[in-house]
């Protein structure tokens, strides 16, 4: 697979706390306490992050010593003083991941481009003014946790033990500054599938919304900061409130498609108002040119395989023949979505992250009016359909892939 072509999103202006020059993160100074006391895993009734495997991982840095000894310990609270900026200032960050549990029945646990999550997270550190590390040292540290708890990776289809790396600031202090002290730390949860229902999925509404905003230009909409979700959550809740799954963010005075909920959006456009042999799409989602979007793995990985398929570098099945398919990056406004359903040239539209993968659309609401979006019988579109058997069959060790998966 060719190195992913997607824009490179905008460095941080400054880098307060930088790379340490003290002691750097170390996995091989890692301790064990067991948890001699953890419960049998249980898989039943899975719900998105309600139930957790036995250890944690956890790490202290200061800026007059760097990193302290890794430490993986039993599942518990942390210790963290009342007056710690992570409470007071959202100062922190973290990741999303996942484990997987080999499909060709060998038992390895696989985790699939952790170096991209690394490498956003040093990002979003430094944009915070919290300590950077050495991101290879951490994916040991991680890989090293998840074949601890490896018997609570699920076996089910489709289900993963979702993994949570998170570094706070945690000096007792409430003044406001670049912290002194923080802790990085990684959870793990066994989760089923996230928008699954049967053998395709249930799509989701999406209302779109230009009275808030998640992000803008020079913000931190790129960088995954606490920060940028607890304002998401309640217009979140309206939206339910008012039948629509997820809110679609638009931005600016053109409304321009940013993300819906806390996932990244593509908008396939075709140039009939029907498919068929001599019908061309282009596959759009919005450019991280100017910091608004967040650079998901996923995403990357969407894009990187069409780009690859364009190119004849990797053969994918049930797409329409390369040529007939643009990628782009690009902006997307309110005014082209409703111009585009009209003339019926709205292939599907569907969103990606690593809870969901990839989740279809069939309906935005927008000032009263519902824009239908089509889907096919199982809930899904032609692309979403292949990217989702694409990138799970990377994830889960059933399409070789080596650069991008790896056994822990």
């Known amino acids: 697979m060719p190195a992913p072509t997607t824009t490179a999103v905008p460095a941080p202006a400054t880098a307060s706390a930088g790379p340490s020059t003290m002691a750097p993160l170390n996995a091989d100074l890692l301790q064990v306490t067991l948890n001699e006391s953890a419960a049998a895993p249980d898989f039943d009734n899975l719900v998105f992050g309600q139930k957790f495997s036995p250890h944690m991982l956890i790490v202290d840095w200061n800026n007059k010593t760097g990193w302290g000894v890794p430490h993986i310990k039993p599942y518990g609270p942390l210790s963290l003083s009342p007056a710690a900026p992570a409470l007071h200032y959202a100062s922190g960050l973290f990741e999303g991941m996942k484990?997987?549990?080999?499909?060709?029945?060998?038992?390895?646990?696989?985790?699939?481009?952790?170096?991209?999550?690394?490498?956003?997270?040093?990002?979003?550190?430094?944009?915070?003014?919290?300590?950077?590390?050495?991101?290879?040292?951490?994916?040991?540290l991680i890989k090293a946790l998840v074949r601890l708890d490896r018997d609570y990776v699920p076996h089910g289809e489709g289900q993963t033990l979702y993994l949570r790396p998170t570094l706070i600031g945690?000096?007792?202090?409430?003044?406001?500054?670049?912290?002194?002290?923080?802790?990085?730390?990684?959870?793990?949860?066994?989760?089923?599938?996230?928008?699954?229902?049967?053998?395709?999925?249930?799509?989701?509404?999406?209302?779109?919304?230009?009275?808030?905003?998640?992000?803008?230009?020079?913000?931190?909409?790129?960088?995954?900061?606490?920060?940028?979700?607890?304002?998401?959550?309640?217009?979140?809740?309206?939206?339910?409130?008012?039948g629509y799954h997820q809110v679609l963010w638009l931005f600016g005075p053109d409304r321009q498609l940013t993300e819906v909920g806390a996932m990244n959006l593509f908008v396939v456009f075709r140039d009939?108002?029907?498919?068929?042999?001599?019908?061309?799409?282009?596959?759009?989602?919005?450019?991280?040119?100017?910091?608004?979007?967040?650079?998901?793995?996923?995403?990357?990985?969407?894009?990187?395989?069409?780009?690859?398929?364009?190119?004849?570098?990797v053969a994918i099945d049930g797409l329409p023949k390369p040529e007939r398919i643009t990628?782009?990056?690009?902006?997307?406004?309110?005014?082209?979505?409703?111009?585009?359903?009209e003339k019926n040239q709205i292939a599907e539209v569907f969103?990606?992250?690593?809870?969901?993968?990839?989740?279809?659309?069939?309906?935005?609401?927008?000032?009263?009016?519902?824009?239908?979006?089509?889907?096919?019988?199982?809930?899904?579109?032609?692309?979403?359909?292949?990217?989702l058997r694409e990138v799970t069959g990377r994830q889960w060790g059933a399409i070789a892939s080596p650069e991008w998966?790896?056994?822990?």
Do not use: H
Request: hydrophobic share 35%; glycine share 10%.
């Open 272 to 313: 009939q108002s029907a498919d068929g042999e001599t019908t061309n799409y282009e596959i759009a989602t919005a450019a991280l040119d100017d910091g608004t979007i967040l650079p998901g793995v996923t995403r990357d990985t969407i894009l990187s395989l069409l780009r690859a398929y364009q190119q004849g570098q």
């Open 99 to 140: 484990a997987y549990r080999s499909a060709d029945g060998s038992g390895k646990i696989r985790l699939f481009r952790a170096d991209k999550n690394m490498e956003r997270m040093n990002r979003s550190a430094a944009r915070a003014g919290l300590p950077t590390f050495d991101g290879d040292e951490f994916i040991k």
């Open 351 to 387: 969103g990606s992250g690593t809870a969901a993968v990839v989740c279809s659309v069939d309906k935005i609401g927008y000032e009263g009016v519902d824009i239908s979006i089509p889907i096919q019988a199982d809930g899904m579109g032609v692309f979403m359909r292949t990217m």
């Open 327 to 341: 990628v782009a990056e690009r902006k997307v406004t309110m005014d082209e979505i409703m111009d585009k359903a």
């Open 170 to 242: 945690t000096p007792d202090t409430l003044g406001m500054g670049v912290p002194t002290e923080a802790q990085l730390f990684c959870i793990c949860s066994p989760v089923g599938n996230y928008y699954s229902s049967g053998s395709g999925s249930k799509p989701v509404s999406l209302l779109a919304r230009t009275d808030v905003v998640r992000a803008w230009p020079g913000g931190t909409g790129c960088y995954k900061l606490a920060a940028n979700y607890a304002g998401a959550t309640q217009p979140a809740m309206e939206a339910l409130k008012e």
């Open 405 to 408: 998966s790896t056994v822990c």
